[in-house]
């Protein structure tokens, strides 16, 4: 057999096994999506719904608005019908927090500085205790939610995470009352998916919970790829990425 030959018949081998090699991916991938698809995922007494921060003040009108934020609404009151625990959260700042660009002379929202605990991204002023801004947003129908928590009323440190505040010292409470409760699969909605939504599944793995995020019930600010790098932050702690279909 010439050289030639030799080298093309190899080529078609292996042009074969790739072949194989990609339909068996693609029949497990297959395979997983309509496990899913029938709402593989029964949540049970040991479930929570964690509804993150779906406050007025990040919707469209508000003083910190996520882009389609009021379209998670109906997913999330339709989760809601499936969950028999639901927890809330609310940002919940002083007048002067921190975080707040107003507070820093010469700085601007969205810029970053130091701060004792590390970096932080400074925000136009937002969900002030007490505001309509803060208050939860309308048409949100979870009337059995057991728990509404708050967090980032600290002035001098801000609190994307439900569980533990930026400092990494600062608790709100909540892994405590998720322990005594006995909820250790944690199911995370709401904003926004790249830090109150991202932070929290990670604190919650810290806590060694069972977590999912689910991703068309969460929506992203999305500041130079900060979504992507949320979803890569929360890979790598363990943290399962599901969609409201999967849940029965």
């Not at 609404?73 to 660009?101: C, R, Y």
């Not at 929290?200 to 068309?216: G, H, M, P, W």
Request: proline share 3%.
């Amino acid at each position: 057999m010439k050289h030639g030959q030799t080298l093309l018949n190899r080529r078609r081998v292996l042009a074969g096994i790739g072949a194989l090699g990609a339909a068996s991916v693609v029949g497990a991938a297959t395979k997983f999506s309509v496990a899913f698809a029938r709402g593989a995922i029964g949540p049970g007494e040991n479930a929570v719904l964690l509804v993150v921060d779906m406050q007025n003040c990040f919707l469209p009108g508000g003083t910190l608005p996520v882009k389609g934020g009021n379209e998670i609404i109906p997913i999330i009151n339709e989760l809601g019908k499936k969950f028999a625990n639901i927890v809330m959260t609310q940002d919940w700042h002083t007048e002067h927090h921190t975080s707040f660009a107003s507070s820093h002379p010469g700085k601007n929202p969205f810029e970053t500085m130091e701060l004792s605990y590390g970096t932080q991204v400074l925000w136009p002023d937002h969900c002030v205790q007490g505001s309509e801004d803060a208050m939860l947003a309308e048409g949100l129908d979870l009337p059995h939610a057991q728990l509404i928590i708050r967090k980032g009323y600290h002035n001098e440190v801000d609190s994307y995470s439900t569980f533990v505040a930026a400092d990494k010292k600062t608790k709100t409470g909540l892994t405590g009352y998720l322990l005594e409760r006995g909820l250790t699969e944690v199911y995370v909605c709401g904003l926004a998916t790249d830090f109150c939504v991202s932070w929290s599944a990670v604190d919650a793995r810290a806590a060694e919970l069972t977590v999912s995020v689910i991703e068309d019930a969460c929506r992203g600010i999305d500041l130079n790829g900060s979504v992507a790098a949320a979803w890569k932050s929360m890979a790598a702690a363990g943290v399962k990425r599901i969609q409201s279909t999967d849940i029965a």
